[in-house]
Each structure stands twice: as C-alpha cells, then as structure tokens.
C-alpha cells in the first residue's frame, strides 16, 4: 500500500500519491467510480466509531449553487462565534480545501494521521476516493468537537456518502440537467434524488420554486413529516448595481441589503436560502444577528476561502473565472459577462467527455473569441472535438490543447479593455496558475 515495509505512510504526499491513484475517483474517471449504495460509508464509520453522530450538522444539496451556498453558512456561522467545519468537493487547487474549519483547510499532519490509522480497514472496505473523504471529514470534525458542520452533497443526494448524517435542516438550491446518466433524465427524477437528504422531522428548505418539481419535494417532505419552506415565498430579490436587496414578503421575516459588486445577481437565489437557514437555526436556539449575516455575506470568500466562484484573477484586462459547466450554471454566466463592461470577449473553454454538451454551447456567446483546450484528467473532452462541436453550434475560435497555453494565448490577443473569461468545467478552473 505504501512504499514502507510497515504499511505506513511518511508524509503527506505519500498519502496524496495513493489517493489519486489507487481510489477511484468520480471526478477524474467518471462512471467507472461512481459507487450506487452506501455500504461502504457505513462501514468505514463504523471502522472509525461512527464519528458522523458527534456533532451537528446543516446538509446541502443541489444543482447550482450548493458549493457558494455552503460557503455563505459557514461564513455567517464563523462570524457568529461558532467553531464551524465545511465539507465540500470538489477541490480545485489542494485535497485540503475539502475539509475546512473555520475557513482554514485541514492540516496536513491529520490527512496522515488519519490515513495511517485507517490502513488496516482499507482493503476490507475498498473504498472510493470520495467515500474515504467523507469519512475523513467526518472524523476530523468530530474530533474537534466542532459547533456545527456545513456537509455538501457530492453529486445527487439519496446514495450519496454524505447522507448518512441527520442535519439541524437540509437545503436544497436549485434542480436542472447534471449527471443525467446517474440521477435520471428529467427533472423530476433528478429532483426525486436531490429530495433523498430529507429526514424524518427534519426542516427542509428549497431555494427556489420551480413549477415542474415543487410537487416532488412536498411529497418527500409530507412522507417524513418534515416542515418545507421554499425560500423565495418568503424573500423577494433585487439587484441594482452592486447592492442585492432581498424583501421579506412577510413581516415576521427581516430584509436585507448586501453589498456585493462581483455578481450580486448571481447569488439572488443562493442568499434567499441562506437566510432562511439563519432562521432556521434562531429558531432552534443559535444566536446569529443582523452585522454577523452581513459580515458573513459580504466577506464571504475571505472567510471560507470559497474559489472559481465568478473569481477576478487579473485586472487589465480583466480576467474573470468560473466552475459554472452545466446548462443552467453557463445561463448565469453569459448573463454576467453582458452586465460586465468590456470590448471584445475571449473565451477559454474546455469541457468533460461524458456529458451532451450541445445545449450549453447554444448558450454561448457567438461573437466571443474561443480558445478551446482540454483539463489534464482522463474525462476531458479532447480540445479538437470540442472546437468541432463548438463550430457546429456557431463559435469559431483556436485549438490550444493545453489550457495554460490557452489562457497565456487569450492574453498576448486581449486589449486591455477586453473580458477573458476561463471555464466550461471545474478542472479547466483547476489549472489557472494564480488561482
């Protein structure tokens, strides 16, 4: 397992090398290591005393909008003196940044601790590369005896590995076409495995009504006697410039106004489920007031260290990144790219291979100039299939393969009053240098 005689690790990069390698790992290999029941999980925690059971909980599933979504609570909750963990996946730049407490990520000598005392369970278990996370995750918080952890859904809800815990509330953001091949192909059935986090009396609470589906959460919350809201019943957005007004439709709820210049818009719908938590946790005797929501909100990425969130990354001219990758993530983006000033807009853009990318470049803004490459993993869509795809769809642009090349080619075109923007995928994101 290791290169040592004992079976232990050395050092951090040991366990990082068998990690990647040896774990299956859904976001680098796809189907091959999607795990379809939580067996694993089960007995991974139990190897670790059930470590999931020591300490409260908010779980958040979704589409879009579940990572910033995440991120906003935890940052409220910091703000408000409560020794918070995150969970979150994927990474971007280091396998730290899954597994937070108090914005820092966790330390390299717990990865190595804990990898050390799992060993003998490892080829018993054989876990994949997200179900042995999430088992980290869940040791290292219950360790820390934190106050409360934010528990992201990896991908759909009812068979994820995080489903295991039983939350303060769970929180649904938003429904639309992702993973299709795993979760179901219309919205209903992606909204019927999102609706799996609900647990018997236990509050859930659903960003934003969508006509098609309300219906399939109301079932699976009566099912288990669980109180729903739906968030935008409650909170009215307004974006004006940089200021994001949310309404309370009622008046036993507060208002707010945030100021936040990097799309605001864009988080109109994260925010109304957000404060609806907040209320949530008052009511169950938390003590978070109106400067630490603000202050949660506003300084959101400095305290939760969130990432490839529609990040600026350089001025002139201005660079602009974002994961945003599926139909309804791209919407917001190109949204975003017209309300940003700007001359000419270059795009760089790679994608992965496993997913009908046609409607999303449909979406794309056609008098952009492309730069398509590809994201060193074995799902990505090779750059000249792309290119050929985005052709058919109307956009003309170059082949750079490599997506450093890429961007370094979309600078040397750029004026200093133009937009590139890097995305069409979390892995491209993952490749930005100064990130």
Not at 18 to 24: D, E, G, K, N, T
Not at 133 to 145: G, L, N, P, S
Not at 285 to 307: F, H, P, W
């Amino acid at each position: 397992m290791s290169d040592n005689k004992n079976g232990k690790f050395s050092s951090y990069q040991e366990v990082l090398d068998y990690l990647f390698v040896q774990l299956p790992m859904f976001q680098k290999q796809g189907a091959s290591a999607y795990k379809k029941d939580l067996d694993n999980t089960i007995k991974l925690l139990a190897a670790l005393d059930n470590p999931e059971r020591k300490f409260k909980s908010i779980h958040v599933a979704g589409t879009n909008g579940k990572g910033s979504t995440s991120h906003y609570l935890s940052a409220i909750l910091q703000e408000a003196g409560y020794k918070t963990a995150l969970y979150t996946s994927p990474h971007l730049k280091n396998f730290s940044e899954r597994i937070k407490l108090n914005g820092q990520e966790v330390s390299e000598e717990y990865v190595l601790e804990f990898m050390n005392r799992v060993v003998p369970v490892l080829d018993e278990v054989k876990p994949s590369f997200f179900e042995f996370t999430v088992a980290m995750a869940f040791d290292f918080f219950a360790k820390e005896k934190v106050d409360i952890a934010i528990i992201e859904v990896g991908m759909g809800g009812r068979l994820d590995s995080t489903n295991v815990i039983t939350p303060e509330f769970s929180l649904i953001t938003n429904i639309g076409y992702d993973h299709q091949q795993w979760l179901g192909n219309t919205l209903e059935e992606i909204a019927g495995e999102k609706a799996g986090i609900i647990k018997k009396g236990v509050p859930v609470i659903i960003s934003e009504r969508q006509p098609s589906i309300n219906e399939v959460f109301e079932a699976k919350a009566k099912q288990h006697k669980a109180p729903i809201v739906f968030a935008d019943d409650i909170y009215e957005a307004e974006f004006d410039h940089e200021h994001l007004v949310l309404n309370a439709v009622d008046e036993e709820f507060p208002s707010y106004s945030f100021h936040l210049p990097q799309a605001g818009k864009y988080q109109k719908k994260n925010l109304a489920g957000v404060l609806m938590g907040v209320e949530v946790l008052n009511e169950l005797g938390y003590d978070i007031d109106l400067d630490n929501i603000i202050t949660g909100v506003e300084q959101m990425k400095a305290l939760s260290g969130l990432k490839g969130r529609w990040q600026i990354i350089d001025n002139e001219p201005l660079t602009i990144c974002d994961v945003g990758h599926n139909e309804d993530g791209v919407k917001y983006i190109v949204e975003q790219i017209k309300q940003t000033p700007h001359e000419h807009l270059h795009m760089v853009w790679g994608t992965v291979n496993d997913k009908d990318i046609s409607k999303v470049l449909q979406l794309l803004p056609k008098e952009a100039t492309y730069y398509f490459c590809q994201a060193h993993i074995p799902r990505a869509l090779e750059a000249a299939s792309l290119a050929q795809k985005a052709n058919e769809a109307g956009l003309k642009g170059e082949i750079i393969p490599e997506v450093s090349d890429a961007i370094a080619q979309a600078r040397r075109n750029a004026k200093k009053d133009d937009l590139i923007f890097i995305g069409g995928s979390t892995f491209v994101v993952a490749e930005i240098e100064n990130l």
